[in-house]
């Protein structure tokens, strides 16, 4: 491997511990998701799945279904940018876990122009369509090995 992709990923491996450690501050008990948006070198957004801002932090019912009104983490992530100074144009979005359908539109709309994420979500269907998008896709499986 020559430098500039041993460079890449070493901080893709960086981004992805620390989307890891964003996910540990999430409430939900089903899944725990981070995710973490980088532009030109710089983390400019981060988010883990939850309730929107003012809601009871519980994620699931009393038959631990998620609710309806759960944000994911990428969709926290993008709506903190849409509120700062900065925007997703061209920039990573890292990932614990990939995308679903909705978000993956997140991601295309928002200008984010590559993916890494560490685990698959149960629908593929997410990633094919940021695929056809022409979104830049990188599956990390155990980023973490060997530490």
Request: hydrophobic residues 35%.
């Amino acid at each position: 491997m020559d430098r500039a992709r041993e460079k890449k990923l070493r901080y893709d491996k960086a981004y992805l511990r620390m989307a890891k450690t964003w996910s540990e501050l999430s409430h939900c008990a089903r899944k725990q998701v981070g995710a973490i948006i980088v532009k030109d070198g710089m983390i400019i957004s981060d988010g883990y799945n939850g309730a929107p801002s003012g809601f009871d932090n519980c994620c699931e019912n009393g038959d631990g279904e998620t609710h309806w009104y759960v944000l994911h983490a990428e969709a926290n992530a993008i709506l903190k940018v849409a509120k700062s100074t900065h925007n997703c144009n061209g920039a990573t979005l890292y990932l614990t876990l990939s995308p679903c359908r909705d978000c993956s539109k997140l991601v295309v709309q928002s200008g984010i122009k590559r993916v890494v994420f560490i685990n698959n979500y149960k629908d593929t269907s997410g990633i094919d369509f940021l695929k056809e998008a022409g979104i830049e896709i990188d599956h990390i499986e155990n980023p973490f090995d060997g530490e």
